[in-house]
């Protein structure tokens, strides 16, 4: 089955950087897009960064000209750079992926990783 597993997250103080990974796994047989969303304590889930085939990439404004999110299509990764980290940046951030798996189908759907807390200490 097709898995997305994260890693990264972690406690840091305001002002630092982490990066994340994800890596997605099984039978895959083309990655549209991936991305990564975050979702706060009482807050719903929101969008932070995605990165499409082509390269092409969408942040949301809060994190624009801090975080960066890359590719790496021959091992099915995204990556999350995120620097210049605020308190505000405090969530839980899940991997998304919009792939065809490798079936007959070639049925595109949404894959969601576990999530991994970042904490951003003031």
């Known amino acids: 089955q097709v898995q997305l597993v994260e890693s990264g997250g972690g406690l840091v103080q305001a002002g630092g950087s982490l990066r994340l990974s994800c890596a997605a796994s099984?039978?895959?047989?083309?990655?549209?897009?991936m991305g990564w969303y975050r979702q706060a304590p009482g807050k719903e889930r929101e969008l932070v960064a995605r990165?499409?085939?082509?390269?092409?990439?969408n942040y949301t404004d809060s994190v624009k000209g801090r975080f960066t999110i890359s590719r790496d299509n021959a091992k099915n990764t995204v990556y999350l750079q995120m620097n210049s980290l605020k308190p505000e940046d405090t969530a839980v951030y899940y991997c998304?992926?919009?792939?065809?798996?490798?079936?007959?189908?070639?049925?595109?759907?949404?894959?969601w990783g576990q999530g991994t807390q970042v904490t951003v200490s003031s």
């Open positions: 990165i499409f085939s082509s390269g092409t990439t």
């Open positions: 998304n992926a919009w792939l065809a798996k490798s079936d007959a189908s070639r049925m595109y759907n949404f894959y």
């Open positions: 099984g039978p895959i047989f083309r990655i549209n897009v």
